[in-house]
């Protein structure tokens, strides 16, 4: 560690990205304990959106025998139950700092994937300005930023925009939430020279606001759509 990091850990000692408590070990982003409590999204998963699945010779989960996405496929890091407290903090509570920690998870645990689908650009899901302003941040954008500095995969974080305030989708139903989300975004450039890109959220629900912007950009030319969410839930 660096000793300008040394001398901000005893300034300002880091909160665990986990329970929230001072790290018991200076420079981790996490307790020693609470790693144990991280519980990673592993195979068996969805062949479409990477949710866990139960079943070995399962393909898809229930949503996506369902539903058609636009999207071309996508991976989750976390079942979303195990860190649903330290990603509404991250989200609401101001722990900006927790991005780095989350940037580098992505980027360790799913560098191979990455690497395979060998994209153009990451795109974090943007945010209308009126929500960015009140909350002083974009969350996916703070992780998209620490994985493009690791990955050396540029961040486009302006190409497109939220330009509807759409209600909050917890609760709605995946038809409500596609409803809601029409015509939510814009492309901010007429020529847009992409061919993959990799959408980046901090949770995945039904998929609906993934289609909605893989829609927008596919009227615009880019072929092949992924998304990596921080966590998701489980499939049935």
């Not at 209308?128 to 995969?153: D, F, M, T, V």
């Not at 927008?216 to 092949?224: D, I, L, P, Y």
């Amino acid at each position: 560690m660096k000793l300008k990091d040394k001398i901000l850990d005893l300034l300002f000692p880091r909160r665990c990205a986990v329970c929230d408590e001072i790290v018991d070990r200076p420079g981790e982003a996490v307790c020693s304990g609470c790693r144990s409590k991280i519980v990673y999204i592993k195979e068996p998963c969805c062949m479409k959106c990477g949710k866990q699945l139960k079943k070995e010779d399962q393909e898809y989960c229930g949503d996506c025998a369902r539903i058609k996405h636009i999207y071309t496929q996508g991976t989750a890091l976390y079942d979303y139950g195990s860190m649903a407290d330290s990603i509404f903090r991250f989200k609401y509570a101001g722990r900006m700092e927790y991005g780095s920690f989350y940037g580098s998870e992505l980027y360790n645990k799913r560098v191979q994937w990455l690497a395979a689908i060998r994209p153009d650009a990451l795109i974090p899901v943007p945010v209308h300005p009126s929500r960015k302003r009140s909350r002083g941040y974009n969350q996916a954008e703070l992780i998209a930023g620490k994985l493009s500095e690791l990955s050396g995969i540029p961040m486009e974080a302006s190409l497109i925009r939220r330009v509807k305030r759409t209600r909050p989708l917890k609760g709605l139903s995946h038809s409500e939430r596609q409803n809601n989300l029409k015509r939510a975004f814009k492309i901010s450039i007429n020529d847009v020279k992409l061919n993959t890109i990799v959408i980046i959220d901090d949770i995945y629900t039904t998929g609906a606001t993934i289609d909605s912007m893989a829609q927008t950009f596919m009227e615009k030319g880019v072929k092949q759509i992924y998304f990596m969410a921080l966590a998701i839930g489980r499939g049935i």
